[in-house]
């Protein structure tokens, strides 16, 4: 995959975190699970160590994540 910015190629590795990792449109002060429509999961494994693949472009500063869309 390479950089929507620059084109250089993409380094491939993982996000890992404590908690789910949700995209959101509004700023929260506190963890709440998604629930409000176009609240995006970016983590799977949340229950035992979330983390999603991730692409990083080291010299325009830029994280890609990739996410699948839930089952309504």
């Known amino acids: 995959m ?6 250089k ?3 491939k590795g ?3 975190s404590a908690r789910e990792v949700i995209y ?3 700023l929260k002060k506190m963890f ?3 629930s409000k429509i176009g609240d995006i999961s970016l983590t799977t494994h949340n229950m035992t ?3 999603c693949e991730a692409y990083v472009c ?3 500063h830029w994280v890609i ?3 699948e869309e839930e089952d309504a």
Do not use: M, Q
Not at 2 to 7: A, E, H, L, V
């Open 32 to 34: 709440i699970e998604p």
């Open 49 to 51: 160590g979330p983390r």
């Open 2 to 7: 390479n950089c929507p910015k620059c084109g």
């Open 58 to 60: 080291r010299d325009c």
């Open 24 to 26: 959101t449109r509004k």
């Open 14 to 16: 993982w996000i890992n």
């Open 9 to 11: 190629e993409l380094e």
């Open 65 to 67: 994540v990739p996410y």
